[in-house]
């Protein structure tokens, strides 16, 4: 690990962005922000500009007039970045099943990396799975290789 | 004007959890038009209500809105009830205001962190926070989860408070009613926070009526109204008289939520206290045919749920009408005229729930 | 086609043909009642829509029956407030709102991506089955 990894280990910038959850989730997310569960012991803070993010943490199912939004964001973050799925219904469309307006989960705009399950995700859970997060992306090279693509899709 | 420049408010904003986009036609620094972008949320909730099974329902609808979630499950559970003719044990109906009351304090305090973010008033947001904590705690002891606590279903709740947990709730709420006290008093008598709330977004109280404001909006225009009055769950046998101010500004909203807070707490203890023994629901046969409408109090004003049913397990109708649905236009009303950086402040004001409005 | 009967919660409905609609909805303006809401119901080949207010905690209804293809007055002349939900029965429904204040002509709620108004009865929305997912 170098130290520019390491560096980036110990201060995540992180972005939320809600693609038509419930607020369950949004606001648990903003939970680990305060005194409580202070998220801020991990380096982590709470940015709203995505060129400066490292981690993604999106809420809800993806509803389509927010789709374009969150492909925008995603596209907008600098390499390395890891997105985070926050919930049930950002991991599989949960309970909005049938719901019209939906697109069933966040891994179909975007590759995800770490599944937070859920309904509402606690801040305990929140946390564990931004640190997981944080262990991919401390493998993550910094440049990506000739010729890779950037950020690949997960598997 | 011609000269008028247009700026989006979101659907990205720092003060604004959730998306919404607010177009707003600015003359210099004055708010000439604000015009709402909705469709960030919407998900298509009232649909999925009669492709699911009614009694799945209870789950969906408690995830229309995460903040005030068990209260849309009492509204639905409510109108269902009726439908079906039933009627919840005694008992039910009191752990049912226990809950619901829980659950308001937690948003108002949440209301009032964002509002004092909104101001740049980091710290208090943190201590409102953390007090709020206490709250979610309760819900998770009582509930098994903090935020979506699934109490309520048709015909009764579906978990009891014992001994024990009253107990605890019953040491834990003065704590947090000294803690809140400390906080709010810091909050409505500082002399920054008065300068950015008295006066800003006043809505006079026949405005707020012809346009349909409910909650706290409209008791922070000096009009007692509250749904809490008619008497649905238990609220009937419990003392209550609704909070108002009579200013109907920013200020005026803010200390209604405020005071809300305690209410909320002597309400929780009163039916803590007067908790009769009992079931907690009762059984039913059958499946909803007919219609009923059911209005219940949430933490952001007068909740309705419809539902029409038709004899099948599936409805034929769910409609939904949420507080800042109701809200809005008032919202848009009194923005212009408002200064470009009050706007984050004023909307915040009527504490916008965005996932609710789009359903 | 039948239409809602009595309706528990709902203390009366006041039935208005659609031509008189608007004098109605004034009469209730005058007395000074609480616009809740309009809501809709899909009844094969008319709607039958549910004007709701509020009286002292009481709640009131005109119903009006519309055919469909037909156009319906808006109601924001009396009610400003009805701009929300006429928007949202163009977008879910439909129905063609005459002479509304602010129109967000179909784009309120969803985007123009459907092809059918997705709370009509007939427009069949396709379940997203868990399968489909990855995972
Ligand atoms: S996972 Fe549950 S609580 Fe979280 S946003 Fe989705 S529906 Fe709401």
Not at chain 2, 106 to 113: A, D, E, N, Q, V
Request: net charge negative; aromatic share 6%.
């Amino acid at each position: 690990m170098n130290l520019i990894q390491k560096a980036r280990m110990k201060s995540p910038w992180i972005l939320h962005f809600n693609a038509g959850s419930c607020n369950g989730c949004d606001i648990e997310i903003l939970s680990c922000l305060t005194p409580v569960y202070d998220i801020e012991r991990f380096g982590a803070v709470n940015v709203g500009n995505p060129k400066h993010a490292d981690v993604l943490l999106v809420t809800g199912p993806v509803n389509r007039r927010n789709e374009r939004v969150l492909r925008n964001l995603y596209d907008q973050m600098l390499d390395p970045k890891i997105v985070v799925a926050v919930g049930t219904c950002a991991s599989s469309g949960g309970v909005f099943q049938n719901c019209y307006n939906c697109m069933g989960g966040v891994d179909k705009v975007i590759p995800v990396d770490v599944y937070v399950p859920g309904c509402a995700a606690k801040p305990e859970t929140i946390i564990e799975g931004l640190i997981l997060g944080l262990e991919k992306l401390a493998k993550m090279p910094s440049k990506p290789k000739k010729g890779a693509q950037p950020a690949e899709a997960r598997t | 004007m011609s000269e008028g420049t247009s700026v989006p408010f979101g659907p990205q904003h720092p003060v604004l959890p959730e998306p919404i986009q607010l177009r707003i036609s600015l003359e210099d620094e004055n708010v000439v038009q604000a015009l709402p972008a909705l469709g960030y949320v919407h998900r298509g909730i009232e649909k999925a209500g009669e492709l699911n099974d009614f009694q799945q329902n209870v789950f969906l609808v408690e995830r229309v809105c995460g903040i005030c979630s068990s209260i849309h499950a009492l509204a639905y559970c409510l109108a269902v009830e009726a439908v079906l003719g039933l009627e919840a044990p005694k008992r039910a109906s009191y752990l049912r205001v226990v809950w619901m009351e829980l659950h308001r304090i937690h948003s108002h305090l949440l209301y009032l962190g964002l509002l004092a973010e909104a101001f740049g008033f980091e710290s208090l947001f943190m201590e409102f926070w953390r007090v709020r904590e206490r709250v979610m705690d309760l819900l998770e002891m009582t509930a098994g989860n903090r935020v979506i606590i699934s109490v309520c279903t048709i015909g009764g709740v579906r978990r009891d408070i014992d001994a024990e947990q009253a107990r605890a709730i019953r040491e834990e709420l003065p704590k947090l009613r000294d803690e809140a006290r400390r906080l709010v008093d810091s909050l409505l008598s500082d002399y920054t926070v008065r300068q950015r709330t008295v006066g800003k977004g006043t809505i006079p109280a026949a405005l707020a009526l012809e346009l349909g404001a409910v909650g706290p909006t409209l008791r922070g225009s000096g009009v007692a109204q509250d749904m809490r009055m008619a008497g649905y769950a238990a609220y009937g046998e419990l003392e209550f008289r609704p909070v108002t101010f009579p200013d109907g500004d920013t200020y005026s909203r803010t200390a209604v939520r405020a005071e809300e807070v305690f209410q909320s707490i002597d309400l929780v203890l009163a039916a803590l206290d007067n908790l009769p023994e009992g079931d907690l629901k009762v059984g039913f046969k059958g499946r909803p045919e007919g219609a009923a409408l059911a209005r219940v109090e949430a933490p952001r004003g007068e909740l309705i749920y419809m539902v029409v049913g038709n004899g099948t397990k599936n409805l034929e109708r769910m409609r939904v009408r949420v507080p800042t649905y109701a809200n809005i236009p008032a919202l848009l009303t009194v923005l212009p005229g408002c200064e470009f950086a009050d706007v984050p402040v004023v909307t915040l004001s009527i504490d916008p729930c965005i996932s609710c409005t789009e359903r | 086609m039948s239409v809602l009967g009595e309706v528990s919660g709902i203390a009366r409905i006041e039935d208005a043909p659609l031509e008189s609609l608007l004098d109605a909805l004034r009469a209730y303006r005058q007395r000074q009642a609480r616009f809740i809401t309009a809501s809709c119901l899909d009844r094969g080949d008319r709607f039958e829509i549910l004007y709701l207010f509020d009286e002292d905690l009481r709640t009131v209804a005109v119903r009006t029956l519309l055919p469909k293809g037909a156009k319906l007055p808006s109601a924001t002349g009396v009610y400003l407030c009805a701009f929300l939900v006429e928007n949202e029965l163009q977008d879910l429904f439909g129905i063609e709102v005459e002479g509304l204040h602010i129109d967000y002509s179909g784009k309120f709620l969803v985007t123009d991506t459907f092809d059918a108004p997705p709370l009509l009865k007939q427009t069949a929305c396709e379940l997203q089955l868990p399968k489909e997912n990855p995972s």
